[in-house]
Every structure is written in structure tokens, then in C-alpha cells.
């Protein structure tokens, strides 16, 4: 059940995943017929904080959601996981988030989300939780609450000296301030496309081509970063890392997938496990790609997450 090590912080949103299972995605206008519905708990810092919670972190969640049934859900599926809800505050005249998700059969999914509550984050939320940064080792942050709550966790994060790790998901622009507080850039290949007005290589480019996209964070005061590409693996980009050793690639865990929803926030929540633990950049984002993998082979996100003795299993090497 390793690792405890630091604490690890996750500032941001809990939503309820209202999920329709569909053979395939509708176009718009188009009306499909379902073929199945669930109501899950999610939201991109809760499935975060579980997913290093199921992992064995030490994990604190600071959010908000409404007085009502689906706050009650995700309440007690995060605490459920090990981690402290103590600093999830209750929102009176507000709904808890909600994100409406259709699944297709081979997994896909697209998303749209409601805020509630999650809208009313803010600066005076990390203020009061103030005690919780003091010995963080890891501050696990997302895009699903305003941009200042979401600064105002990084410069608590980065003056307490723990290791600010930026998801920027759902994609949206980000100010230079909050980058440089950032110690460590979580992106998809579409959201690092958009973030750095280029597209990506492919996985199996050179490594000239990747070296490109690793002086384009440098110059946007980002580091280090870990560029994920789905079913082909990750690629991590550490300009702090030795000649020869900053272009790393991480190969694919394959599965069957079932539902890739969430699957990005294993891979978050993992990475920050990980880190926590002490781990390198490397080895962290090798266990979280085998994590990630694993919860794309169940239905849903935080049911979904696996322990710590079914990641090692699957690794390679293992």
C-alpha cells in the first residue's frame, strides 16, 4: 500500500457524471437511442484525488459542492478512497456540478460540463485551507474552476516548495505567471497543439522533432512537461534533465478499453502519487500510463481507478 510520503493537495472541481452508453457519438442534430445510464461521481480533481488516494497517497481535496443528493455521492466516494474531504465546502442555493457524458462503443467520449458549485471557487477558499499547503509535497491542480483559484493554489504550492503539477484540462488559456509557477505541465496532444499555437509530432517522430516542442515550453517558463497521446504512450520533456536524457518516451500499456472517460485523471492523480513517493519525472509518468490504462477498462472514473498491487502487476517488467 506504499506510498504515503508527502502530502498531496488537489484544488478544484467535483461534479456528478451523468453517463449515456451509445454505439457510437451523435452528429449534431442527430438523436441516438442510449443503451444504458449511469450517475457516477467525477469531476477532475475528485477522480484525481482517488485516483492517488486508491494508490496509497496522502491526499487532501479543497472544492465546493451544492446541498443536495449528488453532494452527498461524491462526498463519500472521495472520502471512500482515503482522502480528506474536510475542505470540500458545502454550497447552500447552489447544485453540485454536473457533467453530461456520452461513451461509444469503442470507448470514446465527449463531455459537457455544468459547474454548480465548482463555480464558486475561489482565492478565499485556498485562503482558509491555508494549513494543508504546509507540508504538501505535491499541489495537483486542474482548469475546472476559475483561473484564480487555481493561481492563488500554485503560489501556495510554489512558496510552501512543493512541486506544482498544472493539468491544464479542460483547455483554456493560462497567463504567464501561472506557468512559471508551475513546476511540471500535464497536456494531451491536442490541448499542448493549442496551448503552444503548433501540432504535435507524432509518437514514433524523431527525437529532433520532440526536442522542438521542449524548447517552445522552455520559452513559456515550462520545464518540464508530460505530453500524453492516448493509446501511443507519453512523451516526457524535462529541459532540467542532462543532455541526452530530456526526450523521453513512454510506451503504451495496452488494453481492451471499455470507457476512456477519466482516464486522462488517473493518469493525473497517479503522476502525483508518484511524485509524492519521490519518484522521477520518468518513472512517475511510466506507472501512470500503466494506471491510466487499467481505468479505461472498466465503466466509469472513480470506480473505475485501480490499487496499487494491480498497477505493479501490469507493469512492465513486472
Known amino acids: 500500500m506504499s506510498p504515503q510520503a508527502g502530502r498531496i493537495v488537489v484544488v478544484g472541481s467535483l461534479n456528478a457524471d451523468l453517463t449515456i452508453y451509445t454505439e457510437r457519438l451523435p452528429n449534431p442534430g442527430e438523436t441516438l437511442h442510449g443503451e444504458g445510464f449511469a450517475v457516477n461521481p467525477g469531476g477532475k480533481s475528485a477522480n484525481q484525488a482517488v485516483a492517488a488516494g486508491r494508490l496509497g497517497g496522502n491526499v487532501a481535496l479543497i472544492g465546493a459542492v451544492g446541498e443536495d443528493s449528488n453532494g452527498d455521492m461524491l462526498l463519500a466516494s472521495v472520502a471512500g478512497a482515503g482522502v480528506d474531504v474536510s475542505r470540500v465546502r458545502r454550497t447552500a442555493g447552489v447544485e453540485t456540478g454536473v457533467a453530461v ?13 455544468s459547474p454548480g458549485a465548482n463555480g464558486t471557487v475561489g482565492p478565499e477558499d485556498v485562503v482558509a485551507a491555508s494549513e494543508v499547503f504546509d507540508d504538501a509535497a505535491v499541489v495537483c491542480l ?3 474552476v476559475g483561473l484564480d483559484a487555481v493561481e492563488a493554489a500554485a503560489r501556495s504550492g510554489h512558496d510552501a516548495g512543493a512541486t506544482v503539477l498544472l493539468n491544464l484540462s479542460p483547455y483554456a488559456p493560462v497567463p504567464h505567471s501561472l506557468a512559471e509557477l508551475s513546476d511540471v505541465l500535464l497536456v494531451n496532444a491536442h490541448e499542448a497543439s ?31 512537461a508530460v505530453v500524453t497521446l492516448g493509446a501511443n504512450g507519453s512523451i516526457v520533456l524535462d529541459s532540467q534533465a542532462k543532455d541526452g536524457q530530456r526526450i523521453t ?27 509524492a513517493a519521490g519518484e522521477s519525472l520518468v518513472e512517475a509518468a511510466a506507472f501512470a500510463s500503466t494506471a491510466a490504462a487499467l481505468a479505461a477498462t472498466k465503466k466509469g472514473t472513480q470506480a473505475a481507478y485501480p490499487r496499487r498491487a494491480e498497477v505493479e502487476r501490469l507493469r512492465p517488467g513486472a
Open 101 to 113: 457524458i456520452t461513451v461509444d462503443a469503442a470507448g470514446e467520449n465527449s463531455i459537457v460540463i
Open 142 to 144: 486542474c482548469l475546472e
Open 194 to 224: 493549442q496551448f503552444l499555437g503548433a501540432e504535435m509530432p507524432g509518437a514514433d517522430a524523431a527525437v529532433a522533432d520532440w526536442e522542438q516542442v521542449r524548447l517552445k515550453f522552455a520559452a513559456q517558463g515550462l520545464d518540464r
Open 249 to 275: 518516451r513512454i510506451a503504451p500499456t495496452k488494453v481492451d478499453a471499455v470507457d476512456t472517460t477519466g482516464a486522462g485523471d488517473a493518469f493525473t492523480g497517479a503522476l502525483a502519487a508518484q511524485l
